[in-house]
């Protein structure tokens, strides 16, 4: 399969503890994002990367949030002290800035609970 | 402000039935819109895009319209099938000062399309 991989699939937290979610883009795009869903709602725009540089962050990435791409591959979005309110998924997608189009392919997500 | 936004919630058809699935947009310095197709416990897989400067697009079974005087966008599905049963999200991508799109998408509530045989 050389869509984009997301782990774990499921993480069930402790209010408090400290959390990291990778993705693994498709192998030939420069572009990842993070995005994040709760039930119900469109996915929501959290934090854009091209290869290894982190150019946008949302006003959504609280200061627990970080998100890091350090040699344009894969990426990791930890978050700290985690709330019940960060309970959802999240999404992370590729695409590739020399396409035809900006497609972004999504990964299955990881779903977060925090209890 | 940024917007995108569904006039249904959800969509009930039978199999064979059309489907339109509309969403309007509030920003009018979009250029790319996209339909997307989320099924339970998946991300979203891509159905159609669209560019500003067209305002039709088809492809299998799919056709997206856009009307950009209206800010309107549509999804209709052909001879609608039980797999197509799911929840369907139009985005928008807005471009940068620069003229090009990085591709910051911008979703829309959803709508839950659901195929009766």
């Known amino acids: 399969d050389t869509g984009v991989s997301q782990d774990p699939r499921h993480k069930i937290t402790k209010r408090g503890q400290n959390v990291t979610f990778r993705c693994d883009p498709i192998s030939e795009h420069n572009r990842l994002y993070w995005y994040r869903q709760t039930l119900g709602q469109g996915p929501e725009f959290l934090t854009y990367f091209q290869n290894e540089a982190q150019l946008e962050k949302s006003r959504l990435l609280s200061d627990r949030f970080s998100a890091e791409r350090p040699k344009g591959s894969f990426s990791t979005l930890e978050i700290q002290r985690t709330e019940q309110g960060d309970s959802a998924m999240y999404l992370c997608?590729?695409?590739?800035?020399?396409?035809?189009?900006?497609?972004?392919?999504f990964g299955p997500g990881t779903r977060l609970t925090v209890l | 402000g940024e917007s995108v936004g569904l006039h249904l919630p959800t969509l009930s058809v039978q199999e064979g039935d059309n489907s339109i699935i509309n969403c309007a947009y509030s920003?009018?310095?979009?250029?790319?819109f996209i339909w997307y197709k989320q099924e339970s416990g998946k991300g979203p897989q891509f159905i159609i895009d669209?560019?500003?400067?067209?305002d039709k697009r088809q492809g299998q079974r799919v056709t997206v319209l856009l009307n950009k005087t209206v800010k309107h966008l549509s999804l209709q599905i052909a001879a609608t099938q039980p797999g197509d049963s799911a929840v369907y999200f139009c985005a928008e991508n807005i471009g940068n000062a620069g003229g090009t799109s990085y591709g910051k998408l911008t979703f829309g509530q959803g709508t839950i399309l659901t195929v009766h045989p």
């Open positions: 997608a590729s695409s590739s800035s020399g396409g035809r189009s900006n497609e972004q392919f």
């Open positions: 920003n009018s310095a979009s250029d790319y």
């Open positions: 669209i560019r500003s400067n067209m």
